[in-house]
């Protein structure tokens, strides 16, 4: 089970941090029972962090995210004040979603300029870009179902799970 502890009405955030957890999952296997409590945001620079991220943005970006990512920095000649113009541009021309894209460019900014004297910090930046929803949840929640081979699941955890997917309206 994953809770996602999650304020934002976007529903790229939803999808990419569903994702994300869904990744340290599989890391563990499933032969392998395990729990983690996160009382603290973990650190991006960890291995397992930087996977899941990477993962989880692949996904999303159609296994492309690196390639779009530069896409987007060459469309903006490489100036991050340029990159709010260019990401939408390369996301309409690629057919993937603008949050996205522009999560996974906040991910790698950050990354990318963490021991600089001057980190950049565009998170603020990619939240204007992403669509938001009345409802993520459902919007998660299918495309997890459109994803996900439930029938890798015994029995009874594929109906646990399928019971805490269903809309209890």
């Known amino acids: 089970m994953v809770v996602l502890k999650q304020k934002s009405l976007s529903e790229d955030r939803w999808t990419h941090?569903?994702?994300?957890?869904?990744s340290h999952i599989i890391d563990h296997g499933s032969d392998e029972a395990f729990s983690v409590i996160e009382n603290e945001v973990p650190s991006p620079e960890e291995p397992a962090e930087e996977r899941a991220?990477?993962?989880?943005?692949?996904?999303?970006?159609?296994g492309r995210a690196d390639e779009l990512a530069e896409l987007a920095v060459d469309r903006a000649n490489n100036e991050v004040?340029?990159?709010?113009?260019?990401?939408?541009?390369?996301?309409?021309?690629?057919?993937v979603s603008v949050g996205a894209l522009a999560?996974?460019?906040?991910?790698?900014?950050?990354?990318?300029?963490?021991?600089?004297?001057?980190?950049?910090?565009w998170w603020g930046t990619a939240?204007?870009?992403?669509?938001?929803?009345?409802?993520?949840?459902?919007?998660?929640?299918?495309?997890?179902?459109?994803?996900?081979?439930?029938s890798r699941l015994n029995p009874s955890d594929r109906d646990l799970l399928v019971r805490a997917l269903v809309d209890l309206e």
């Open 53 to 62: 991220a990477r993962f989880a943005a692949d996904v999303v970006l159609d």
């Open 81 to 95: 004040s340029f990159l709010k113009r260019s990401v939408p541009q390369v996301a309409h021309d690629t057919a």
């Open 17 to 22: 941090d569903s994702l994300h957890e869904g």
């Open 103 to 121: 999560n996974y460019l906040a991910f790698r900014i950050s990354k990318e300029t963490a021991d600089t004297p001057r980190p950049i910090n």
């Open 127 to 150: 939240a204007k870009l992403q669509r938001q929803t009345k409802d993520p949840w459902d919007i998660a929640r299918n495309v997890f179902l459109e994803h996900a081979d439930l």
